[in-house]
């Protein structure tokens, strides 16, 4: 059971905008940053986003993320095929005195 | 191009103890913190904790504090993570990830390949 929570799965068709959701607490979503991460099949994690909205060199700004509350988003504008992964958020969460990660979404492109 | 290198995978018994290693290049290794993530199979990713190059401080997540070690080597650039009294459910990918930690944000903008871990009798 992760201490972030995030919908399964999650598609959408080319060109098409989607939308991945997190949920947290108040001591974690609601006390800090939140950072999300793509994950291809079969390679490392990669930064997608830090601070909650901001993008690291590189990354393309079809990829945004917002934060509300105890809760955070990631959208992907103008979906392509190659965006078909699985995408991460994660927090650090004062209460545990650690960073912690949701459960993951799968996003396929139909 | 920044890098970082981790070792090859290991097969351990149950109550061994594994040490993976990861080698930075082409940044100044004591700028930037080091992190350990692990993935377990067709699981999502779990934070083991952060070490910092400069000092040696760390941070370990509280499951794995009684059972984790991190430490760093400056002279060649290498962190090491050791995980002691192994179990089954410890069988996992782990990374390592070039991490800054500034107000308000954690940066880890790189990452080691992975190491595949299995822990098997």
């Known amino acids: 059971q992760s201490v972030l929570t995030q919908p399964p799965s999650a598609s959408g068709t080319p060109g098409q905008r989607v939308t991945i959701s997190c949920s947290g607490s108040?001591?974690?979503?609601?006390?800090?940053?939140v950072n999300w991460y793509q994950q291809l099949p079969g390679t490392a994690p990669k930064l997608l986003i830090y601070?909650?909205?901001q993008r690291p060199s590189g990354v393309p700004d079809r990829f945004s993320g917002s934060k509300s509350g105890s809760s955070a988003s990631l959208a992907i504008s103008g979906l392509q095929s190659e965006d078909e992964a699985d995408y991460y958020c994660?927090?650090?969460?004062?209460?545990?005195?650690?960073?912690?990660f949701g459960g993951g979404t799968k996003l396929t492109v139909l | 191009q920044v890098q970082l290198v981790q070792s090859g995978a290991e097969v351990k018994k149950p109550g061994a103890s594994v040490k993976v290693s990861c080698k930075a290049s082409?940044?100044?290794?004591?700028?930037?913190?080091i992190g350990w993530v692990r993935q377990a199979p067709g699981q999502g990713l779990e934070w083991m904790g952060w070490i910092s190059t400069y000092n040696g401080h760390t941070n370990y997540a509280q499951k794995l504090q009684d059972r984790v070690t991190m430490t760093t080597d400056t002279s060649t650039s290498t962190a090491y993570m050791e995980l002691r009294s192994l179990r089954s459910d410890d069988t996992a990918v782990y990374y390592c990830?070039?991490?800054?930690?500034?107000?308000?944000?954690?940066?880890?903008?790189?990452w080691g390949q992975g190491t595949l871990v299995t822990v098997s009798s």
């Open positions: 082409d940044y100044t290794f004591t700028s930037y913190g």
């Open positions: 990830a070039r991490t800054r930690m500034v107000v308000a944000a954690t940066i880890d903008d790189y």
């Open positions: 994660a927090a650090w969460d004062d209460s545990l005195n650690g960073r912690v």
């Open positions: 108040s001591s974690s979503i609601g006390s800090n940053t």
């Open positions: 601070s909650n909205n």
